[in-house]
C-alpha cells in the first residue's frame, strides 16, 4: 500500500495533463478529483477507486447503536441479528444491511388534536379543530355527530416484525385507530360519547391492540386518551342548554325541599306543643279534682260526726266572711204584714234606693 | 512489467466479480422472488431471504413484497337503503400469497392497486346500497343511554320509533364487503386479509340538517328537564301541604283526647267523693256560692224570721 501512495503522490506532483476518470469519490473530495484527473499512470485512478470503495466499506463496517435503540441486521436481505447499544462490527454495506429502530421511545401519534405546532401557527394559537377535524368528526349510535379527538401512544415491541411484517407499520396504526374508534363510538350515544370518555378509551385500546397484535405489527399500545369530546360547534349551545336545564330541575327541586324543610319542623314543634298544652290541662284538671274531692272529704268525714252542729257552724261561718262585705241589708220584723219599715243599718252610707 | 501484470489482474478479477454479480441476487425479509427465464416461470416462488444464485442475464429476477400492505379505498359518498347518502371511506389490507399468479395478471404493485380499487369500491358500493345508514354506524345491538327517554307514555313512542334494531352491525357489513370480494382477488394471487371502514359521515349538506335535528332533539330535552323540575317540585310542595295537615290535625287530635280524658277523670273524681252525701254537698257547694257572689253592691234583705236574726227578736 505505501508503495502505491508513493507512486501516486509522485505521479500528482509531476503531470498537470488532464485524464478521464470514473469520478468515483466522496462529494468533499473535489480538490482530489482534480488531482485524479491529472494522474497519468494507468493504474492510478483504479487502485484510488478501490481503495476509496474500500475506505467506504470498512466505514460501514462499524456502527454504534445508541441508548433505546437496537440494530436489526440483515444478511443479504435475510435478517441475522438484533444488537443492543454499543458500538459493534458487521461485515460490509452490500453484505450486511443495518437498520436502527428505536425500541423505547414512545411515540405518539393525534387525531383531531391540535397541539401539533403547523396547526398552532395555521390559527394562531387558538385551539380549533381545523386540520385534523375530519378524523375527530364521527357518528355515534343515534346517528348524530360529535367530535372526538385522541391521542395514541407506542412503543416498538418487537422491531422484526414491525420492519419485516408489515409495510408502513405506522400508517396503518393510524387507519386501525382511526377505524376502531368510529367502531366503539359508533355504538354509543351521543350521551355516552361526550360523559364516558375512560370507558370509550378502554375499550378501543382493546380493539386497537387485538388488530395490531392480528396484523403481526409488533406495536404495542401504551396509551390511549381520548380529549375533550364535543359536538358540532353549532350544536354545542343546544347541549348547553340541556345541561343547565338539568341543573334548574335541581334547583326547582331543591327550593321545593327547602320549602318542606322550611315548615315541616316547625309545624311538628307546634303540634308537640299543643300536645304538651293539653297534657298540661289534664294534670291541672285531675289534680285539682282531686284536691278538691279531697277536701270536701275530709270535711264529710268531719261532719258526719257532727251533723248538725257543723252544718250550723258552717253556716254561720260564711255569713261572718260574708255580712260586712254586703252594701245594704235591710232587717224586717216578722210581725209587720203591710208594709216593710226598711231600716238602714249602715247609715254611713246612706245611700237610699 | 509490473504495471502490466496488475493491470491484467484487475481486469480478470473486474470481470469474475461482475459475473459473480450477475448470477447471485438477495431477497429481503420483506420480498419473495419469482424467477423466469425468457419471459417463462421457472421454480417455485422463492420466499426465503438471503443471497441466492441464479444464471447470469437469462434469468431475470422479480420481486414482490411479501410484507402485509394496506390499500386505502376511495373516499366517496354511496347511496344507501333509502336513498340516502353517506360518504364513506375505507381501507382493506392485502398481500401477495400467490406471487407468479401476480406477475402473471397484474406485473406490479401500482396496478393492484388500481384493481382492488375497482373491486373493492364495488363492493363497498352493493353493500352499502343494501344497507341503512345505521347498519354500518352500529356494531352491535347494545342498549345506549341517550338520555332522550322520558318515563311517561306518550313520549315513549317517540323515542321507540329512533331506537333501530341493529340487525347486521359494521362488523357484519365489512365481512360482507370482505367476502364479496375476496374471491375475485384471489384470481390475481392477491390475498385480502380484511377490510375495513375507516370513517363513515353524513354529506356535507345533510350535516346541517342533521345538526338541526339534534339542536331539535336537545330542546325537547331541556323541556322535558323543565318540567320534570316543576313537576318535582309541585309534588314536594303538596306533601309539605298534606304533611302539614297532618301534624296539626293529629295534635289537635291528640289534645283533645287528653282534655277529655282529663274531664272524665275529674268527674269520676268529683262524683266518687260527693256521691257520699250529696244533701251536704249542695249545702256546702250554696254556701260557697253565697260567700262569692254576695259583696258590697248586693242587698240583702232579712227577716226577724231568719236564722240568723231570729235571735233579734226574742231569745227562746
Known amino acids: ?353 | 512489467m509490473k504495471s502490466k501484470w496488475l493491470t491484467i489482474t484487475g481486469f480478470i478479477l473486474a470481470a469474475g466479480v461482475f459475473i459473480l454479480l450477475l448470477s447471485t441476487y438477495t431477497i429481503d425479509e420483506t420480498e419473495q422472488v419469482v424467477i423466469t427465464r425468457f419471459g417463462k416461470v421457472i421454480g417455485e416462488t422463492l420466499k426465503e431471504p438471503g443471497l441466492k444464485f441464479k444464471y447470469p442475464i437469462i434469468d431475470m429476477v422479480n420481486k414482490f413484497p411479501s410484507n402485509l400492505r394496506e390499500w386505502d379505498g376511495e373516499k366517496g359518498e354511496l347511496p344507501t337503503l333509502k336513498k340516502k347518502y353517506i360518504w364513506v371511506d375505507t381501507f382493506a389490507r392485502w398481500r401477495i400469497n400467490k406471487p407468479v399468479l401476480f406477475f402473471q395478471t397484474i406485473i406490479s404493485v401500482e396496478n393492484a392497486s388500481d384493481i382492488m380499487a375497482d373491486i373493492i369500491d364495488t363492493a363497498v358500493k352493493n353493500v352499502i346500497a343494501n344497507t341503512e345508514i345505521i347498519e354500518a354506524v352500529r356494531n352491535s345491538d347494545r342498549k345506549m343511554d341517550s338520555r332522550t327517554d322520558i318515563k311517561d307514555t306518550k313520549s315513549v313512542k317517540a323515542t321507540e320509533s329512533r331506537e333501530h334494531h341493529v340487525a347486521l352491525g359494521r362488523t357484519e357489513i365489512t365481512s360482507r364487503i370482505f367476502n364479496q370480494a375476496k374471491p375475485k382477488l384471489a384470481e390475481f394471487g392477491i390475498e385480502l386479509v380484511d377490510v375495513k371502514i375507516k370513517r363513515i359521515n353524513y354529506r356535507e349538506d345533510v350535516r346541517a340538517s342533521v345538526y338541526d335535528r339534534m339542536i331539535a332533539e336537545r330542546v325537547q330535552i331541556v323541556e322535558k328537564f323543565r318540567s320534570e323540575g316543576r313537576g318535582e317540585a309541585q309534588k314536594i310542595l303538596g306533601e309539605k301541604e298534606k304533611k302539614l295537615k297532618q301534624i296539626t290535625s293529629e295534635a289537635y287530635k291528640t289534645a283533645q283526647i287528653l282534655t277529655g280524658k282529663a274531664d272524665a277523670t275529674a268527674t269520676k273524681i268529683f262524683a266518687d267523693a260527693y256521691s257520699k252525701d250529696p244533701d251536704f254537698y249542695s249545702f256546702v257547694k250554696t254556701l260557697d256560692v253565697y260567700a262569692k257572689s254576695l259583696d258590697g253592691d248586693s242587698s240583702l234583705i232579712l227577716s226577724t224570721d231568719s236564722e240568723l236574726l231570729k235571735y233579734l227578736k226574742d231569745l227562746k
Open chain 1, 1 to 353: 500500500m505505501a508503495w502505491d501512495w508513493e507512486k501516486l503522490q509522485e505521479n500528482q506532483k509531476k503531470s498537470k495533463k488532464t485524464q478521464g476518470s470514473d469520478g468515483i469519490g466522496p462529494p468533499d473530495l473535489e480538490e482530489l478529483g482534480n488531482k485524479i484527473k491529472n494522474i497519468k499512470f494507468p493504474g492510478g485512478p483504479f487502485i484510488l477507486s478501490i481503495l476509496i470503495v474500500l475506505g467506504y466499506l470498512g466505514y460501514s463496517m462499524v456502527y454504534q447503536v445508541k441508548l433505546r435503540e437496537v440494530g436489526m441486521i440483515q444478511q443479504f436481505g435475510k435478517f441475522v441479528r438484533k444488537t443492543h447499544p454499543g458500538l459493534h462490527l458487521k461485515w460490509p454495506n452490500g453484505i450486511e444491511k443495518l437498520t436502527i429502530v428505536n425500541v423505547d421511545g414512545t411515540r405518539r401519534t393525534e387525531f383531531g388534536v391540535t397541539t401539533g405546532r403547523t396547526d398552532r401557527r395555521m390559527t394562531g394559537g387558538e385551539v380549533t379543530y381545523r386540520r385534523g377535524m375530519e378524523a375527530a368528526l364521527m357518528l355515534t349510535g343515534d346517528l348524530n355527530v360529535a367530535i372526538v379527538p385522541w391521542i395514541v401512544q407506542y412503543k416498538i415491541k418487537d422491531p422484526e416484525k414491525f420492519l419485516f411484517r408489515v409495510y408502513d407499520a405506522e400508517g396503518l396504526l393510524r387507519d386501525l385507530s382511526e377505524a376502531a374508534m368510529r367502531l366503539v363510538v359508533g355504538d354509543r350515544s351521543v350521551n355516552e360519547v361526550i360523559n364516558e370518555r375512560e370507558e370509550i378509551a378502554t375499550q378501543c385500546r382493546e380493539v386497537l391492540q387485538k388488530e395490531l397484535d392480528n396484523s403481526e405489527t409488533g406495536i404495542r399500545l401504551v396509551n390511549l386518551e381520548l380529549k375533550k369530546t364535543n359536538v358540532p360547534t353549532k350544536v354545542q349551545p343546544s347541549f348547553n342548554a340541556v345541561n343547565k336545564a338539568e341543573q334548574e330541575k335541581e334547583t326547582m327541586i331543591l327550593t321545593a325541599k327547602k320549602d318542606y324543610n322550611q315548615a315541616i319542623p316547625a309545624a311538628k314543634g307546634e303540634a308537640e306543643r299543643t300536645i304538651r298544652a293539653a297534657e298540661g290541662y289534664s294534670l291541672d284538671r285531675i289534680n285539682r279534682a282531686e284536691g278538691e274531692a279531697s277536701k270536701f272529704t275530709a270535711l264529710y268525714n268531719e261532719y258526719a260526726k257532727a251533723k248538725d252542729v257543723t252544718k250550723r257552724r258552717l253556716y254561720l261561718e260564711m255569713f261572718i266572711d260574708v255580712f260586712p262585705k254586703i252594701g245594704q241589708k235591710y232587717l224586717i220584723d216578722s210581725s209587720q204584714k203591710n208594709f216593710l219599715p226598711l231600716l238602714n243599718i249602715e247609715s254611713k252610707k246612706g245611700v237610699t234606693k
